[in-house]
């Protein structure tokens, strides 16, 4: 038996995507149907339409996603069918060395559905990130759904399961940003606001917002940063370094991913600190640093997948503080649209307009 639902498709580079009927498989051995209730447009969907991650095109876009499961296969008792979850794309094995030696967060063999959703005629789909979630539907792993309080707002909580929980693990689970500590973050977009929000909720005592855009800045100062630096116009090294007595931040997270932001990281922060590389490079950035000054400032570079996040560990936890209001996630949520605005979403994400708009079904 199938299903068969409304889905966002990207069907070829750079081709404008569109509304298809897509077809759902019943749930095999590990699997669960979700009914998705929100999915946030995130960049990484742009990239798979633009052909930047693969060619496997037709995909189905979409994977930062909250939904109720609808149905689950054989042997799957982590969730059931009712059960409000937030999707992940990093289901972790249990199995592999890094789960072994109890470090699941850098599962090095995470999972996905095993049966293909496809379109009528038969074509298989590929989903974004392993989830597919612009479509009413989808069918992942059961190890994907991570249950979490159902009084949150589907559009809040949908995304936690992508860049939102990678800048908030950038600054808490890979910075390990403290109470007290000075904290610096480079590119204030949806990641990095998150690595504010994250710092503030961590205890950071200074949190130092760097962008080029004044809007950006603005933007950061809601989300916690004490000071700001447009680095268009200011030396970001400098300022942060006369922001934190001459010494520079005991953590600075760079949320661009590009290799000059990566260097003024790398110089702003203090002798012994820590930096956190969170912001995704491109395959041909190369990166150039006197060795001497890696070895003589010491301090540990780092980058962080995925926040370095543990699903099941901290999904829960930042909805509940959420609901408590001890940080704000609403704040991410731009706007909400239909599924047939992304083509539009994908625009204004692009101008930097938004920090996210997020699809609501
Ligand atoms: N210096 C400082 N800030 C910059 C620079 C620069 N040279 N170039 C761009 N920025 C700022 C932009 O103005 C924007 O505010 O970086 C921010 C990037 O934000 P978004 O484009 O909204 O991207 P975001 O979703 O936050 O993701 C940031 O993290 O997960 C990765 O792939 C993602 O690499 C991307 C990064
Ligand atoms: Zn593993
Ligand atoms: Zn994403």
């Known amino acids: 038996m199938s299903q068969q639902v409304q889905g966002v498709i990207a069907p070829g580079k750079n081709e404008p995507v569109r509304v298809e009927t897509i077809v759902i498989p019943d749930p095999g051995p590990g699997e669960a149907v979700v009914k998705i209730q929100a ?55 249990g199995q592999c060395r890094a789960c072994l030696r109890g470090r699941p967060w850098y599962c090095f063999n995470t999972h996905n559905a095993k049966q293909k959703m496809t379109l009528l005629d038969g074509t298989e789909l590929s989903p974004a990130l392993g989830i597919g979630a612009f479509a009413e539907k989808t069918l992942v792993a059961a190890g994907q759904c991570t249950k979490v309080d159902p009084e949150a707002s589907p559009a809040v909580a949908g995304l936690l399961g992508c860049g939102v929980m990678a800048g908030i693990g950038a600054a808490i689970n890979t910075g390990q940003v403290g109470r007290g500590d000075s904290v610096a973050v480079i590119g204030c977009g949806g990641v990095g606001d998150a690595a504010i929000a994250g710092a503030r909720l961590a205890g950071a005592a200074k949190i130092i917002a760097v962008d080029i855009d004044d809007r950006k800045l603005e933007t950061a100062k809601t989300m916690g940063a004490t000071h700001t630096v447009n680095s268009r116009s200011t030396d970001p090294v400098e300022a942060i370094r006369s922001l934190t007595d001459g010494n520079g931040a005991d953590v600075v997270i760079e949320a661009v991913g590009r290799p000059e932001t990566y260097k003024q990281a790398f110089y702003a922060r203090d002798l012994a600190g820590t930096v956190v590389l969170v912001g995704v490079p491109t395959p041909e950035m190369q990166l150039e640093l006197p060795l001497i000054d890696v070895f003589g400032r010491g301090g540990s570079l780092k980058s ?31 706007e909400t649209i239909g599924l047939g605005d992304i083509e539009q979403a994908f625009t204004r994400m692009h101008e930097g307009d938004v920090l996210r708009s997020v699809v609501v079904f």
């Open 39 to 93: 999915c946030g447009v995130c960049h990484t969907d742009l990239h798979y339409k633009q052909g930047g991650i693969n060619d496997d095109f037709p995909f189905l876009l979409g994977h930062e996603a909250a939904g109720v499961v609808e149905s689950v296969g054989e042997g799957v008792t982590d969730v059931e069918p009712g059960d409000f979850v937030i999707l992940n794309w990093r289901a972790v094995c």
């Open 304 to 334: 962080s997948w995925y926040g370095d996040c543990l699903p099941s560990r901290d999904f829960p936890m930042l909805i509940d503080l959420h609901q408590q209001g001890r940080i704000d996630l609403g704040a991410f949520v731009t």
